[in-house]
Nanobody, 117 residues
């Protein structure tokens, strides 16, 4: 029943922007902490951004602060990651995750982001 469907990845030039979308079904995104992770080839999965269940707090890894923004649009039951001023080192597969408590974590399928000229 629970499903996360991601979209918005692609190829962009350095300095460009992308907005990633994570459409949820089977639960309400406003009720749970939602996060974006990324993983580059040969590297461990990295937590990029988190938004709290109430939507009043956000956290970012230092490397994306000031460039990335995580936010919800509850009417669409969707979590977004707005990425600006993209750098080649942002290249990775980006994953949406829902923390539903009691160790239950649900992941999207991932979407590829490539930053290159």
């Amino acid at each position: 029943q629970v499903q996360l469907v991601e979209s918005g990845g692609g190829l962009v030039q350095p300095g460009g922007s992308l907005r990633l979308s994570c459409v949820a079904s089977g639960f309400t995104v406003s009720s749970y902490a939602m996060s974006w992770y990324r993983q580059a080839p040969g590297k461990e999965r990295e937590l990029v951004a988190t938004i709290t269940p109430a939507g009043v707090g956000t956290n970012y890894v230092d490397s994306v602060k000031g460039r990335f923004t995580i936010f919800r649009r509850n009417a669409e039951n969707t979590v977004y990651l707005q990425m600006n001023s993209l750098k080649p080192e942002d290249t990775a597969v980006y994953y949406c995750k829902a923390n539903m408590g009691w160790g239950r974590n649900y992941w999207g399928q991932g979407t590829q982001v490539t930053v290159s000229s």
